[in-house]
């Protein structure tokens, strides 16, 4: 049986292209926080993360009922989970430094992961789950 969708909310057209705008914005800095923590050897630094992150939280709302309103919450969520998983494996740092890196390396892959399939539904204005 389909449920019936919550109606959108339909901004006007500045107010949707300032939104995308944004949401490329974010999907940009915490794709360059992304790439760095998977090549060895480089890192961006957290407050692009952070940048991106409070941007979200502060926009979220203007987006309340439209499609994008899911990029804003994916993008939040992919952030926490992301720190939550990096403080919860800390430990394996302090047991021998490949387990800790290996750990890193997953998470890092998983974010890039969100964070590109995120930008491909932004792109082609598609909600996330």
Do not use: C
């Amino acid at each position: 049986m389909n449920m019936p969708s919550a109606p959108q909310v339909v901004l006007s057209p500045e107010r949707e292209g300032s939104l995308v705008t944004i949401g490329h914005v974010s999907y940009l800095l915490h794709t360059i926080v992304a790439v760095t923590a998977v090549l060895p050897g480089t890192q961006a630094s957290i407050l692009l993360l952070l940048v991106a992150f409070i941007l979200d939280l502060v926009k979220k709302g203007e987006a309340q009922g439209t499609w994008q309103e899911s990029h804003f919450s994916w993008r939040i969520r992919s952030v926490v989970w992301a720190a939550v998983l990096y403080t919860v494996t800390i430990p394996l740092w302090l047991l021998l430094i490949a387990p800790g890196w290996i750990a890193w390396a997953l998470i890092s892959i998983w974010f890039l992961y969100r964070v590109v399939r995120g930008w491909m539904n932004l792109n082609n204005r598609k909600a996330m789950p």
